[in-house]
């Protein structure tokens, strides 16, 4: 063998070598909590891209990725009322590499799917509160509808249809906590997304529909729909012609779709600490909280974006909207 070749023989033997170290320290490094992140993060969005949830998720994640030095990546899971991305997220790796954005909807689960057995406050952990949106109470444009006590008057009769993006859908949540209020008899016409019920709603064929100001906002802007009332405590700064429902007489508690970062049970506690304070951190950043606030969406001061405030809303949600969906269940309303 030649001096030349002896040198290269060993050069690939030390190189060699030290991939075998490499890939020995990476693979030590990732099974230690106190290492992590030392690969991408992934944030399952249940839903269909292009929607409200998307929005967030795409602008968390960029705020995400400054926090905890590693490339997070959003992924679409859509289906069964997000049931199908809520399940993939619990059943994932629980290492902190796979999280779950997921909104209000996650407290509908275990009375819409019980035989999925899919419990969000045993298989999932809070990380942070990231986002809220107020929602609202809006008519076609020229409707005859010309104020809550119309809406309320035409739901007493049991004259009023309601455009929903179907069963567990923030839309069809609010729909009955107003309803409820107004003691009134509406029908829910479920469709398959917010899309299509907005359609129809411009069109006339149904008469009112209660969604959130993300989306609701363009067709506001354009004055394709009209603004009754919001389903909260105050109004809305964009829009501060449209009076609250309390503001009518009408008993409803403040209905707004929360957006909270979950990762599975059984993470370790550094790296849900760790994701905690990444995430608290990035709803402080100044970029994420404009693009929010420029869609309509609230993003919360960090007292308020914390685990702790997330898993009470949560445990707050499935206790108030399970009589709610039972209800509904069984024909009372």
């Known amino acids: 063998m030649t001096a030349v070749a002896r040198s290269v ?29 030392v690969r991408p993060v992934v944030i399952v969005v249940p839903y269909a891209a292009g929607g409200p949830m998307d929005l967030v998720a795409r602008h968390l994640a960029v705020a995400l990725k400054d926090r905890l030095g590693a490339t997070v990546m959003v992924e679409n899971h859509g289906g069964a009322g997000g049931t199908i991305g809520s399940q993939r997220v619990a059943r994932a790796a629980a290492d902190g590499y796979t999280l779950l954005l997921h909104h209000v909807g996650l407290a509908t689960v275990p009375a819409l799917y019980p035989s999925l057995k899919l419990d969000p406050r045993r298989d999932l952990v809070p990380l942070a509160l990231v986002s809220e949106v ?55 016409v479920a469709y398959k997304g917010t899309g299509p019920a907005l359609i129809d709603l411009m069109a006339g064929r149904v008469d009112a529909m209660c969604d ?12 394709k729909v009209a603004a ?32 909270g970062l979950f990762a599975p049970a059984g993470t370790p506690a550094p790296v849900v600490q760790a994701l905690r304070r990444a995430a608290e951190a ?20 960090a007292g308020d974006a914390t685990a702790t405030r997330l898993g009470e809303r949560l445990s707050q949600d499935v206790a108030r909207l399970r009589p709610l969906l039972a209800a509904a269940a069984d024909g009372r309303q």
Not at 212 to 223: I, R
Request: proline share 5%; glycine share 12%.
């Open 228 to 259: 009754l009332a919001t389903v909260s405590d105050r109004r809305i700064s964009m829009f501060p012609g449209a009076p609250t429902l309390a503001e009518h007489g009408l008993s409803v508690e403040s209905f707004a779709v929360w957006y």
């Open 9 to 37: 023989r060993r050069a690939a033997l030390v190189i060699a070598a030290m991939a075998g170290m490499f890939h020995g320290w990476s693979a030590r490094a990732e099974g230690r909590a106190d290492a992590y992140p």
């Open 134 to 188: 107020p929602m609202m109470v809006v008519v076609p444009a020229g409707s005859s509808i010309a104020g809550i006590d119309s809406l309320a008057s035409r739901s007493r009769a049991g004259q009023l249809n309601w455009g929903t993006a179907g069963p567990g859908s923030a839309s069809s949540l609010c729909m009955r906590l107003v309803g409820a209020a107004m003691r009134g008899r509406d029908t829910e």
């Open 212 to 223: 959130l100001v993300t989306n609701l906002k363009p067709m506001l802007d354009s004055g």
């Open 282 to 301: 990035a709803v402080g950043n100044a970029a994420y909280r404009t693009a929010l606030a420029g869609a309509g969406a609230t993003v919360p001061i």
